[in-house]
């Protein structure tokens, strides 16, 4: 079960949405270790109340990659503006040298704008970071 498997911290994996062309944000992920990650699983969903004070939800996506390089970024998706105002969730499991590692990740409503974007040098460009 879940609950029986120990989950050690690891801080050199961040999460990042950057601007992108015709109003779309892009999700990155940063690997800034010195390890490479392997069978990288992230999922990501976004769940919230609509102005009525209806539960809202949106689809849940997944992605899968082999292989994570040491100090590199990856592309997880372009997201919409329009789901800004949800909680926006990504869980992020991936094994480091044998070792499963778990994170969460949640960008809260509204936190994604071009006002909290900072510069990020592993992508050389501005970006709402989550550490």
């Known amino acids: 079960?879940?609950?029986?498997?120990?989950?050690?911290?690891?801080?050199?994996?961040?999460?990042a949405r950057a601007?992108?062309?015709f109003e779309q944000w892009d999700?990155?992920?940063?690997?800034?270790?010195?390890?490479k990650i392997d069978n990288l699983l992230v999922t990501s969903s976004g769940y919230g109340y609509d102005e009525k004070g209806e539960k809202i939800?949106?689809?849940?996506?997944?992605h899968f990659?082999?292989?994570?390089?040491?100090?590199?970024?990856q592309e997880i998706e372009k997201i919409d503006p329009s789901v800004f105002h949800l909680n926006n969730e990504f869980w992020?499991?991936?094994?480091?040298?044998?070792q499963l590692y778990d994170r969460r990740f949640v960008f809260v409503?509204?936190?994604?704008?071009?006002?909290?974007?900072?510069?990020?040098?592993?992508l050389d460009k501005e970006a709402v970071l989550h550490a």
């Open 109 to 122: 409503p509204e936190s994604i704008s071009l006002k909290n974007c900072i510069f990020v040098s592993l």
């Open 57 to 62: 939800s949106t689809s849940t996506l997944r």
């Open 1 to 15: 079960m879940k609950k029986d498997i120990e989950f050690p911290k690891n801080e050199n994996i961040l999460m």
């Open 92 to 98: 992020v499991s991936y094994w480091i040298d044998g």
């Open 19 to 21: 601007p992108s062309e």
């Open 65 to 73: 990659y082999d292989n994570f390089a040491s100090n590199s970024v």
């Open 27 to 35: 999700v990155f992920l940063i690997n800034r270790g010195s390890e």
